[in-house]
């Protein structure tokens, strides 16, 4: 059953160490292991690209210990990878389709190594960013350290390699909605055509933020119910109350009749109370 309680999901996902680093360490990786790659050109139409793998590393390493160097007293840092299947193609398959660039040379050896040396977690079928969303609602008072916009969905502490903030439930929830609107082209979903940001802050600011305000911003661009669902599923970073640990799936989002967000007041039904997604 995919809507379970909150008090099955915690079980299944067991006790764990207080004060950790959940590092988004998809984007450490990446950019670690591109700057060490280097371009041969042998002429005659012959481009090669070569990388040290200790270079690469030693970049990882680095960015990684300036990271844990900012939180005195915080025990080892958790890198977070994501699969290598993603369930948001199955909401939309041209999700990220972009993207299907290479990875830089040694991406795959580096985080072979880091198991070694770290704790690590992929989980089935999500992105890094949900998988810290999960851990970091699961146990409160640790620090998810990302650059990616998306993460001020996650109650709790944020640190984005700038600025550590704190992230209320009713500033998560509203920022889900925001990015419901605006979508993300990055990411290959458009929200409500012609809504960024800022359109979509003046109009939950006018008109409130419930999903009401959200199915008639996609109205107004001749856009059913339906595709202002699919956007606000991809758009949702899942928290630990919606993954379903023993059929290893996410719970799709699904708002509650009348779903509206106010300042102080409850933000959702529990979600074994919803309807199967």
């Known amino acids: 059953n995919p809507n379970r309680s909150r008090s099955q999901n915690r079980e299944q996902l067991g006790r764990g160490a207080l004060m950790k680093l959940y590092i ?94 770290y704790e690590v977690v992929i989980m089935d079928t999500l992105e890094a960013d949900d998988a810290m969303g999960i851990y970091a609602t699961k146990f409160p008072g640790n620090v998810i350290v990302s650059p990616d916009k998306d993460m001020r969905q996650i109650p709790g502490s944020l640190y984005n390699l700038d600025q550590r903030v704190t992230v209320t439930p009713t500033e998560g929830a509203k920022w889900h909605l925001i990015q419901t609107l605006a979508g993300d082209q990055t990411d290959g979903y458009s929200g409500a055509p012609g809504v960024g940001v800022k359109r979509a802050e003046i109009l939950f600011d006018k008109h409130g933020y ?55 007041a409850k933000l959702q039904v529990e979600k074994d109370e919803r309807p199967a997604a």
């Open 24 to 117: 988004d360490a998809d984007y450490i990786v990446y950019k670690g292991c591109a700057a060490a790659e280097t371009e041969i050109d042998w002429g005659s139409d012959v481009i090669m690209v070569t990388s040290k793998f200790s270079d690469a590393y030693k970049n990882i390493l680095k960015d990684l210990n300036k990271i844990v160097g900012e939180f005195g007293g915080f025990t080892e840092p958790v890198l977070f990878f994501s699969d290598s299947v993603n369930f948001r193609k199955s909401i939309l398959p041209s999700y990220k389709g972009h993207r299907n660039r290479k990875k830089p040379c040694g991406y795959k050896r580096v985080i072979n190594q880091l198991k070694t040396e």
């Open 210 to 264: 419930s999903w009401e305000t959200v199915v008639n911003a996609f109205k107004e661009k001749d856009l059913g119910e339906e595709i202002a669902l699919q956007n606000a599923r991809l758009a949702k970073i899942l928290t630990v109350d919606d993954y379903d640990f023993k059929q290893r799936c996410p719970i799709l989002w699904t708002p509650a009749p009348g779903y509206r967000i106010d300042d102080g």
